[in-house]
């Protein structure tokens, strides 16, 4: 069971509404911690946010989009006074995906403002009074994605490589601060926002997370960061880390078309 102590009494959830993010939601709710949930649509986010308060906790909700230039300055105002103890900045996707020289560059940018630029707001915007309490957590969530570049979302997979090393960095700063800092990293998970991309979960021998599972052991592993990779996908992280390049860059690249169905 996570620390209240230490993680509490506020967390705020960035991509809080369903999938991973949800799950996170009732699995802190569950021990204790009130809620602050962000999400682009309503609807599902008011459902998750009604479903966590039968834990007995306090939640308050945003439906905003991250994208729009004052979305931080909106989420700092409805934490306003909160003393927020953990950060889960679960909302970064691939919002545009395509190849790239033929690619819209706003398209592009809204994948680095999602993925790195609000990632990196959010996280100083509550590891900064964490660091001077002297206890917190921030959990960004990554993908396998980022270990290798891919067709079609080559700035998604090098956004996800810039959110593990920026990891890193932080949590070099914060580890003697009292302030865990962890990138858990996701293989394919069967989240919502998954099945609306049309992935082919029935690839023979892929492995296929459940959010659940993987917010759990995220938050079993809260401080054993820089970096915890998900639900046995380590020893894939270790061969996407590897070389020769040109071979494990094109073998990820067929792999990722049977689960596009391409």
């Not at 809080?16 to 699995?27: L, M, T």
């Not at 900045?89 to 680095?112: C, K, L, P, Q, S």
């Not at 290798?148 to 700063?173: D, V």
């Amino acid at each position: 069971m996570i620390d209240t102590n230490k993680y509490g009494p506020w967390a705020v959830i960035a991509g809080g509404s369903e999938g991973v993010g949800a799950a996170f939601a009732d699995e802190l709710a569950q021990a204790g911690i009130n809620l602050v949930l962000v999400a682009r649509k309503a609807g599902p986010l008011e459902e998750t946010a009604e479903a966590v308060r039968k834990h007995g906790v306090e939640v308050r909700t945003l439906a905003q989009d991250l994208l729009t230039d004052d979305a931080v300055a909106n989420i700092a105002e409805v934490t306003e006074g909160l003393e927020v103890g953990l950060l889960v900045f679960n909302a970064g996707a691939n919002t545009y995906g395509h190849e790239f020289v033929t690619g819209d560059m706003d398209g592009f940018r809204g994948v680095i403002t999602l993925n790195v630029d609000r990632q990196l707001e959010l996280a100083q915007l509550y590891g900064k009074p964490m660091a001077e309490r002297g206890r917190g957590g921030i959990i960004l969530l990554g993908s396998l994605s980022g270990y290798l570049g891919s067709e079609q979302q080559s700035i998604y997979s090098a956004s996800k490589a810039f959110s593990r090393i920026f990891t890193e960095g932080l949590w070099l700063e914060m580890k003697d601060r009292g302030v865990d800092v962890v990138q858990l990293v996701l293989g394919v998970t069967r989240t919502p926002a998954m099945e609306r991309a049309g992935l082919n979960f029935d690839v023979p021998g892929m492995r296929v997370s459940d959010p659940l599972t993987v917010a759990r052991e995220g938050l079993e592993h809260i401080a054993d960061g820089p970096v915890w990779v998900a639900d046995g996908n380590q020893k894939g992280a270790e061969l996407q880390s590897g070389f020769p390049r040109d071979k494990l860059v094109a073998g990820h690249a067929a792999a990722l078309r049977k689960l596009m169905g391409r």
